[in-house]
């Protein structure tokens, strides 16, 4: 498995998995209709949104119904052969902290078929060398605290556990569990 910038030569695989079900928001199922209309829209203006170094784009909406400035961004498809999943990776400028409605640096979400076979882990560890490009010192990856399998990929990639925390009411309900994986010791 690699990570690759999308482009239109993975798009048409990219969109079998959105109409599949997939959904590349963990928290929002439906982001999966959402994107695939943005493709049917205009498919180069979609893929030049999912690199977005100055947070740029529209504000993003909450589960709340409220929305939270976009921050700098980008995301990159997993590949082997066909489309596997995506991870995005978002950050501050100059520093690692996040706004409270942010989760964490890193977002992924493996299409279904191609889960269990260690590519979101890869995944992690792949994107700790943008985060260092971006001049990060550690990455923060949230997940719910009965996640097994997310608390799996998260260690796997180096993460070591931080703390356990009560979800800001903007993003959800519930507790999570937040781990860092340090950067500069990776690259």
Same mark, same amino acid.
């Given at each position: ?8 030569? #993975? /798009? ?14 963990? /928290?929002?199922?439906?982001? $999966? ?6 493709? @049917? ?8 949104? /999912?690199?977005?170094? #100055? ?12 929305? $939270? ?9 997993? !590949? ?10 978002? !950050?501050?400028? $100059?520093? #690692?902290?996040?706004?409270?409605? %942010? /989760? ?8 279904? !078929?191609?889960? @269990? ?5 890869? +995944? %992690? ?8 490009? #971006? ?13 097994? +399998?997310?608390?799996?990929?998260? %260690?796997? +990639? ?11 009411? @903007? ?14 010791? @990776?690259?």
């Amino acid at each position: 498995m690699e990570l690759r910038w999308p482009s239109e030569i #993975e /798009l048409p695989s990219y969109v079998d998995a959105l109409e599949r079900g997939w959904s590349p928001n963990t /928290l929002d199922a439906g982001a $999966g209709l959402v994107e695939l209309e943005a493709i @049917r829209h205009d498919p180069k203006a979609f893929l030049a949104s /999912l690199v977005d170094r #100055e947070g740029a784009g529209p504000p993003i909406p909450m589960p709340d119904g409220m929305f $939270g400035q976009r921050l700098p961004g980008f995301r990159k498809w997993m !590949w082997d052969g066909e489309f596997c999943g995506s991870i995005g990776l978002r !950050w501050q400028p $100059g520093t #690692e902290e996040l706004p409270p409605y %942010v /989760l964490g640096h890193v977002g992924y979400s493996v299409v279904p !078929w191609k889960r @269990r076979l260690g590519f979101a882990t890869a +995944a %992690v560890r792949a994107i700790v060398s943008d985060a260092a490009g #971006e001049g990060l010192r550690w990455i923060e990856i949230t997940c719910d605290v009965d996640n097994v +399998a997310s608390v799996g990929v998260i %260690v796997g +990639a180096g993460g070591e556990f931080v703390e356990r925390f009560t979800y800001h009411d @903007r993003v959800g309900e519930g507790d999570g569990c937040r781990y860092r994986v340090t950067v500069t010791s @990776r690259v």
